[in-house]
C-alpha cells in the first residue's frame, strides 16, 4: 500500500525565498533554471565488479555495479539475456533512508532506470544468449545512493549507463553444455546511450536537475530518458502535483537539449 | 499458463486493430457505482478485458497514529492484482509493479481530494484488478474517483485514466494487453478534465517527440471520452433521487406561478 | 452572470455551477470567479450562495449534536467511543465521575464497558483533537433496552422533519421511543417488539424515498396500514436488515 508521504517540514522563509528566487531565473545555489549541478563520472571503481561507475552530480553521490551471471532465460524469451535493475536507498545517504527491504521510491527509481535502458533496448539482449533456451546471462544492475540531495534518478541512471559502458564479459565457450571460461574479455554489446533528464516544477516554472531543497518543496517532478537518436524511450511523472500539456511539451523540449550535453560529458 | 504470443499483424495497413478496432477507438467501457454495501464508495468498471474493482473507505481514523498528517487527510492505495486477473498466475504477494503502480495511482488521485478537510485522518482506496487486459492503471483510477466520489470525499474534479501508444507505425488509442506487450510504446496518464492537468504521466517504448504529441493529445481526448461516461454513471446511481427531486423543484415552481 | 443549473438539479465533483459573483456554500468551492461542485448531490440556490446537498458524506460531529456511540477502547483516562465521524470520540472520567477517585480499569468498565452503547452529547470539537463527549443531562447515558440502526448521516434532517414534523408523527402513531443521533443512529425503544419493528421499518423507508414529497403522509399511511393487518391477526413480523454501525 502506497501512503501520503510524511514530507520534510521546510521553513516557510525559505520557500518563499526559494519562490522568489526562481521567479527571478535563478536557484538557492546561483544556478539558472536550465542549468545541471557539476557532473562527475568516475568508471571502473569497483575491480570486483565485472561493470562500474561512481557518479556525482553536485552533492549526489551515486555508485553503480554490474554484476554479470549465467542463468536461464525468461520462458517467452528463450533466446534473450536478461537485464535486472535494484536500487538501494542506503541508510548512510539520508537521515531519511530507513534500513529494509526496497520501499516504493526506491523500487519507482528502479524502474524507471530499468525502463531507459530497456525501451531504448541499450543492451542487445539476444547477444547474450549462451545456449538457445537453456542458458543466458543475466546482468544485474544495482544502484547503490551514497548521499542524497536530490535528482536520484538522473545521478542513477548516469551510472548505471556508464558502469555498462565499462563492463567487461568474460570471454567464455560452452563445452558439451558446461560453460567454460577464457582468458580476455570483451566489452557488453550495447546499442544505445539513453540519458535520463529530471526536471522539477516550482511556482509555475520548471528547473532541471533539482537539489534536494528544491525537491522538498516542488509541486512534482517529471523525468525524461532520451537516446542518441532524439528518441524518447521513458517518461515518469512524479510527485503530488500536475502538469499542464504545455508544460511536458516544454520539458521534453529542454530534455532534449540537456541530454545532449549530458551524452557528451559520457563521451569524454 | 498460456502465455500471450505476438499475433501475426498488430494492426493492418488500414489501420485495423487486432480486436476489429479502429485506431482511435477506446474498448467497451461499462461503469458501476455504489456496488460493495461495506466500504464508504466503490466502483466497477469493465474496460476491454479489463474487469477492475475499486473500494474507499474514509475518512476514518489512521492507525498506526504517527503515520497521520497534521493538517490534511493521509491518502493510502493500494493496487493489487488477483492471482487469477492474467493469463500465467500472478502471486499474490505484492511484486515490484504493483508497488510503483501503488505509488503512482496515489499521486494521480491527490492533487483533485480536499484532504485538507479532513486533518489526521486516512482515506482508504483499494484497486483490485479482477482481470487484467492492459491499461489497468487508467481503468482503476477512473474507477477509483467515482468511487472516491461515491464515498462522498469532497474533489476538485473527477479524475480519468487512459492511455495511447504506438502499435507498428501508428499511434492508437487505449491499448490491450496484445498491444502493449509487443507494440512500439505505451503512455498511460491521468487528467483532472476541467483544467486540463495532468496528474499522471509515464511513457515506456520509442517515440520521437512530434510521436509523443500526438499520442499525448489522443489520451488526454480519450479521458474526455470516459469523463462524459463517469458523470453518466454518477447520474445513473442517484437517478431515482435526482428525478424526483427534478420534478418536485418544478412543481414548486409551478405552484409559485399559481399563487402568484 | 450567469447560474449553469436550475435548483435541485443532481450536480458532480468538478461541474462548474456558476461563473460571477457568486458564494461558495456547502460542498463547492471557488476558483477565481467560478463555483465549482466538490461532491455529487443536488445544487441549491439561495440569494447570491451556491450550495450543493450532498446525498452521501461522513458525519462531521458539531458542537451541541446529539449522538448515539459505542464504547469501543478503555484509557487511564475514560473511555473511546466510536460515534461514525472520521474521528474517534472521547469521553472522560471527569465527566462522569465528579470526586476524585482511583483510576482502575476495573472501576471504569462497571461504568461503560466495551461494546455498550451511550446517548451522548458532543461538547467541544476542533481541527486539533477529536470530538468530546458528555452523558450528563436529561436523557443521556448507557442505552440498556431497545434497538440502534445506521442510516445515511445526510438523510437524518428528513427523518427528524421541518420543526420536527415527522419524527413527531412517528411518535405519535407508534409507541416507541424514538432517539434521533445526528451521527446517523437511531434508537428506537418500545414497549413490544413489533412496535420496535415498526418504527424501524418507517425510517428505512424515509431513509430510501428522503426526497419524495408528501413523505410524511405516506409513512403515515403506511403505519397505519400496518397496524390495522396487525389487529386483523396477520402479524407479518418485517424483516428489516439493520446494520449496528
Same mark, same amino acid.
Given at each position: 500500500?502506497?501512503?501520503?508521504?510524511?514530507?520534510?517540514?521546510?521553513?516557510?522563509?525559505?520557500?518563499?525565498?526559494?519562490?522568489?528566487?526562481?521567479?527571478?531565473?535563478?536557484?538557492?545555489?546561483?544556478?539558472?533554471?536550465?542549468?545541471?549541478? $557539476?557532473?562527475?563520472?568516475?568508471?571502473?571503481?569497483?575491480?570486483?565488479?565485472?561493470?562500474?561507475?561512481?557518479?556525482?552530480?553536485?552533492?549526489?553521490?551515486?555508485?553503480?555495479?554490474?554484476?554479470?551471471?549465467?542463468?536461464?532465460?525468461?520462458?517467452?524469451?528463450?533466446?534473450?539475456?536478461?537485464?535486472?535493475?535494484?536500487?538501494?536507498?542506503?541508510?548512510?545517504?539520508?537521515?531519511?533512508?530507513?534500513?529494509?527491504?526496497?520501499?516504493?521510491?526506491?523500487?519507482?527509481?528502479?524502474?524507471?532506470?530499468? %525502463?531507459?535502458?530497456?525501451?531504448?533496448? /541499450?543492451?542487445?539482449?539476444?547477444?547474450?544468449?549462451? /545456449?538457445?533456451?537453456?542458458? *543466458?546471462?543475466?546482468?544485474?544492475?544495482?544502484?547503490?545512493?551514497?548521499?542524497?540531495?536530490?535528482?536520484?534518478?538522473?545521478?542513477?541512471?548516469?551510472?548505471?549507463?556508464?558502469?555498462?559502458?565499462?563492463?567487461?564479459?568474460?570471454?567464455?565457450?560452452?563445452?558439451?553444455?558446461?560453460?567454460?571460461?577464457?582468458?580476455?574479455?570483451?566489452?557488453?554489446?550495447?546499442?544505445?546511450?539513453?540519458?535520463?533528464?529530471?526536471?522539477?516544477?516550482?511556482?509555475?516554472?520548471?528547473?532541471?536537475?533539482?537539489?534536494?531543497?528544491?525537491?522538498? *518543496?516542488?509541486?512534482?517532478?517529471?523525468?525524461?530518458?532520451?537516446?542518441?537518436?532524439?528518441?524518447?524511450?521513458?517518461?515518469?511523472?512524479?510527485?503530488?502535483?500536475?502538469?499542464?500539456?504545455?508544460?511536458?511539451?516544454?520539458?521534453?523540449?529542454?530534455?532534449?537539449?540537456?541530454?545532449?550535453?549530458?551524452?557528451?560529458?559520457?563521451?569524454? | 499458463?498460456?502465455?500471450?504470443?505476438?499475433?501475426?499483424?498488430?494492426?493492418?495497413?488500414?489501420?485495423?486493430?487486432?480486436?476489429?478496432?479502429?485506431?482511435?477507438?477506446l474498448r467497451p467501457i461499462k461503469l458501476e457505482v455504489g456496488v460493495l454495501e461495506n466500504a464508504d464508495g466503490s466502483a466497477y468498471i469493465e474496460q476491454g478485458k479489463n474487469k477492475i474493482l475499486v473500494a474507499v473507505y474514509g475518512p476514518r481514523e489512521v492507525h498506526?497514529?504517527?503515520?497521520?498528517?497534521?493538517?490534511?487527510?493521509?491518502?493510502?492505495?493500494?493496487?493489487?492484482?488477483?492471482?487469477?486477473?492474467?493469463?500465467?498466475?500472478?502471486?499474490?504477494?505484492?511484486?515490484?509493479?504493483?508497488?510503483?503502480?501503488?505509488?503512482?495511482?496515489?499521486?494521480?488521485?491527490?492533487?483533485?481530494?480536499?484532504? $485538507?478537510?479532513?486533518?489526521?485522518?486516512?482515506?482508504?482506496?483499494?484497486?483490485?484488478?479482477?482481470?487484467?487486459?492492459?491499461?489497468?492503471?487508467?481503468?482503476?483510477?477512473?474507477?477509483?474517483?467515482?468511487?472516491?466520489?461515491?464515498?462522498?470525499?469532497?474533489?476538485?474534479?473527477?479524475?480519468?485514466?487512459?492511455?495511447?501508444?504506438?502499435?507498428?507505425?501508428?499511434?492508437?488509442?487505449?491499448?490491450?494487453?496484445?498491444?502493449?506487450?509487443?507494440?512500439?510504446?505505451?503512455?498511460?496518464?491521468?487528467?483532472?478534465?476541467?483544467?486540463? $492537468?495532468?496528474?499522471?504521466?509515464?511513457?515506456?517504448?520509442?517515440?520521437?517527440?512530434?510521436?509523443?504529441?500526438?499520442?499525448?493529445?489522443?489520451?488526454?481526448?480519450?479521458?474526455?471520452?470516459?469523463?462524459?461516461?463517469? %458523470?453518466?454513471?454518477?447520474?445513473?446511481?442517484?437517478?431515482?433521487?435526482?428525478?424526483?427531486?427534478?420534478?418536485?423543484?418544478?412543481?414548486?415552481?409551478?405552484?409559485?406561478?399559481?399563487?402568484? | 452572470?450567469?447560474?449553469?443549473?436550475?435548483?435541485?438539479?443532481?450536480?458532480?465533483?468538478?461541474?462548474?455551477?456558476?461563473?460571477?459573483?457568486?458564494?461558495?456554500?456547502?460542498?463547492?468551492?471557488?476558483?477565481?470567479?467560478?463555483?465549482?461542485?466538490?461532491?455529487?448531490?443536488?445544487?441549491?440556490?439561495?440569494?447570491?450562495?451556491?450550495?450543493?446537498?450532498?446525498?452521501?458524506?461522513?458525519?462531521?460531529?458539531?458542537?451541541?449534536?446529539? *449522538?448515539?456511540?459505542?464504547?469501543?477502547?478503555?484509557?487511564?483516562?475514560?473511555?473511546?467511543?466510536?460515534?461514525?465521524?472520521?474521528?474517534?470520540?472521547?469521553?472522560?472520567?471527569? @465527566?462522569?465521575?465528579?470526586?476524585?477517585?482511583?483510576?482502575?480499569? @476495573?472501576?471504569?468498565?462497571?461504568?461503560?464497558?466495551?461494546?455498550?452503547?451511550?446517548?451522548?452529547?458532543?461538547?467541544?470539537?476542533?481541527?486539533?483533537?477529536?470530538?468530546?463527549?458528555?452523558?450528563?443531562?436529561?436523557?443521556?447515558?448507557?442505552?440498556?433496552?431497545?434497538?440502534?440502526?445506521?442510516?445515511?448521516?445526510?438523510?437524518?434532517?428528513?427523518?427528524?422533519?421541518?420543526?420536527?414534523?415527522?419524527?413527531?408523527?412517528?411518535?405519535?402513531?407508534?409507541?416507541?421511543?424514538?432517539?434521533?443521533?445526528?451521527?446517523?443512529?437511531?434508537?428506537?425503544?418500545?414497549?413490544?417488539?413489533?412496535?420496535?419493528?415498526?418504527?424501524?421499518?418507517?425510517?428505512?423507508?424515509?431513509?430510501?424515498?428522503?426526497?419524495?414529497?408528501?413523505?410524511?403522509?405516506?409513512?403515515?399511511?403506511?403505519?397505519?396500514?400496518?397496524?390495522?393487518?396487525?389487529?386483523?391477526?396477520?402479524?407479518?413480523?418485517?424483516?428489516?436488515?439493520?446494520?449496528?454501525?
Amino acid at each position: 500500500m502506497s501512503i501520503t508521504p510524511l514530507g520534510e517540514v521546510v521553513a516557510r522563509i525559505r520557500q518563499k525565498h526559494l519562490a522568489d528566487l526562481i521567479t527571478r531565473g535563478k536557484r538557492l545555489d546561483g544556478r539558472g533554471l536550465a542549468d545541471y549541478r $557539476e557532473i562527475k563520472i568516475d568508471p571502473g571503481v569497483v575491480e570486483k565488479a565485472e561493470g562500474s561507475a561512481l557518479v556525482n552530480i553536485g552533492n549526489t553521490k551515486v555508485m553503480a555495479g554490474v554484476k554479470i551471471e549465467p542463468g536461464e532465460p525468461f520462458p517467452d524469451t528463450p533466446n534473450e539475456g536478461i537485464l535486472t535493475v535494484n536500487a538501494e536507498l542506503v541508510p548512510l545517504a539520508s537521515p531519511t533512508f530507513e534500513l529494509g527491504p526496497p520501499n516504493e521510491n526506491a523500487i519507482e527509481l528502479a524502474r524507471v532506470v530499468d %525502463r531507459g535502458l530497456r525501451e531504448s533496448k /541499450t543492451l542487445d539482449l539476444p547477444k547474450l544468449c549462451i /545456449t538457445p533456451g537453456k542458458k *543466458v546471462f543475466v546482468v544485474f544492475i544495482d544502484i547503490y545512493i551514497l548521499n542524497h540531495d536530490g535528482n536520484l534518478v538522473d545521478a542513477s541512471s548516469l551510472a548505471a549507463l556508464v558502469a555498462l559502458l565499462n563492463t567487461k564479459m568474460p570471454n567464455y565457450e560452452v563445452i558439451e553444455g558446461a560453460l567454460e571460461f577464457k582468458p580476455g574479455h570483451t566489452q557488453l554489446p550495447m546499442q544505445k546511450i539513453p540519458i535520463a533528464v529530471t526536471l522539477a516544477k516550482i511556482n509555475g516554472k520548471l528547473v532541471v536537475d533539482p537539489a534536494l531543497i528544491e525537491e522538498q *518543496v516542488m509541486d512534482a517532478k517529471i523525468t525524461i530518458t532520451v537516446d542518441q537518436n532524439e528518441k524518447i524511450c521513458a517518461m515518469q511523472k512524479s510527485g503530488l502535483g500536475v502538469f499542464t500539456v504545455d508544460m511536458v511539451k516544454e520539458a521534453v523540449g529542454l530534455a532534449l537539449e540537456k541530454a545532449k550535453e549530458i551524452r557528451a560529458a559520457v563521451a569524454a | 499458463m498460456f502465455q500471450a504470443q505476438p499475433p501475426e499483424k498488430l494492426i493492418d495497413e488500414k489501420g485495423t486493430r487486432v480486436d476489429g478496432r479502429s485506431p482511435y477507438d477506446l474498448r467497451p467501457i461499462k461503469l458501476e457505482v455504489g456496488v460493495l454495501e461495506n466500504a464508504d464508495g466503490s466502483a466497477y468498471i469493465e474496460q476491454g478485458k479489463n474487469k477492475i474493482l475499486v473500494a474507499v473507505y474514509g475518512p476514518r481514523e489512521v492507525h498506526p497514529k504517527h503515520l497521520a498528517l497534521p493538517d490534511r487527510a493521509t491518502i493510502r492505495c493500494r493496487y493489487h492484482m488477483a492471482p487469477f486477473s492474467t493469463d500465467t498466475r500472478k502471486s499474490p504477494a505484492p511484486s515490484r509493479r504493483e508497488i510503483e503502480l501503488s505509488k503512482i495511482i496515489r499521486e494521480a488521485l491527490e492533487p483533485s481530494v480536499f484532504a $485538507e478537510l479532513y486533518p489526521r485522518t486516512t482515506i482508504d482506496v483499494f484497486i483490485e484488478v479482477l482481470q487484467s487486459d492492459g491499461g489497468t492503471r487508467g481503468a482503476g483510477i477512473t474507477a477509483a474517483s467515482l468511487a472516491l466520489a461515491d464515498a462522498g470525499i469532497p474533489l476538485r474534479d473527477l479524475i480519468v485514466g487512459c492511455a495511447a501508444g504506438k502499435v507498428e507505425d501508428w499511434i492508437v488509442l487505449d491499448l490491450n494487453d496484445l498491444e502493449d506487450k509487443f507494440g512500439n510504446a505505451d503512455l498511460p496518464v491521468a487528467l483532472l478534465p476541467r483544467s486540463s $492537468e495532468l496528474t499522471l504521466l509515464q511513457m515506456d517504448g520509442l517515440l520521437s517527440s512530434e510521436e509523443f504529441e500526438e499520442a499525448l493529445k489522443l489520451a488526454t481526448e480519450g479521458c474526455r471520452q470516459i469523463h462524459t461516461m463517469q %458523470r453518466e454513471a454518477l447520474r445513473q446511481k442517484y437517478s431515482a433521487v435526482r428525478e424526483v427531486a427534478e420534478e418536485e423543484a418544478v412543481e414548486s415552481e409551478v405552484e409559485k406561478k399559481e399563487e402568484a | 452572470m450567469p447560474i449553469f443549473f436550475e435548483k435541485k438539479q443532481l450536480v458532480t465533483p468538478g461541474e462548474l455551477l456558476a461563473e460571477g459573483d457568486y458564494i461558495a456554500g456547502d460542498n463547492t468551492y471557488k476558483e477565481d470567479d467560478k463555483i465549482l461542485a466538490s461532491r455529487v448531490g443536488l445544487i441549491g440556490i439561495e440569494g447570491q450562495i451556491l450550495y450543493v446537498t450532498a446525498l452521501k458524506g461522513c458525519y462531521i460531529p458539531s458542537v451541541g449534536d446529539f *449522538v448515539i456511540g459505542k464504547v469501543i477502547d478503555i484509557s487511564m483516562s475514560g473511555w473511546v467511543v466510536d460515534i461514525n465521524a472520521p474521528y474517534e470520540a472521547m469521553l472522560f472520567v471527569s @465527566d462522569v465521575i465528579e470526586r476524585s477517585f482511583n483510576p482502575q480499569k @476495573d472501576v471504569l468498565t462497571q461504568i461503560y464497558n466495551l461494546g455498550d452503547l451511550v446517548k451522548a452529547k458532543v461538547t467541544a470539537y476542533d481541527r486539533t483533537r477529536g470530538p468530546i463527549l458528555t452523558t450528563r443531562g436529561p436523557g443521556l447515558g448507557k442505552i440498556t433496552r431497545g434497538r440502534v440502526i445506521g442510516i445515511t448521516p445526510a438523510k437524518i434532517p428528513r427523518v427528524i422533519g421541518a420543526k420536527g414534523s415527522m419524527v413527531n408523527m412517528l411518535k405519535q402513531e407508534i409507541n416507541c421511543y424514538i432517539g434521533i443521533g445526528q451521527n446517523g443512529r437511531i434508537l428506537v425503544s418500545g414497549v413490544t417488539p413489533e412496535d420496535e419493528d415498526l418504527a424501524i421499518l418507517a425510517i428505512r423507508k424515509i431513509e430510501a424515498e428522503a426526497h419524495t414529497l408528501g413523505l410524511t403522509d405516506r409513512i403515515r399511511e403506511l403505519i397505519q396500514e400496518v397496524k390495522s393487518k396487525r389487529e386483523g391477526g396477520n402479524v407479518s413480523s418485517s424483516t428489516s436488515r439493520e446494520t449496528d454501525r
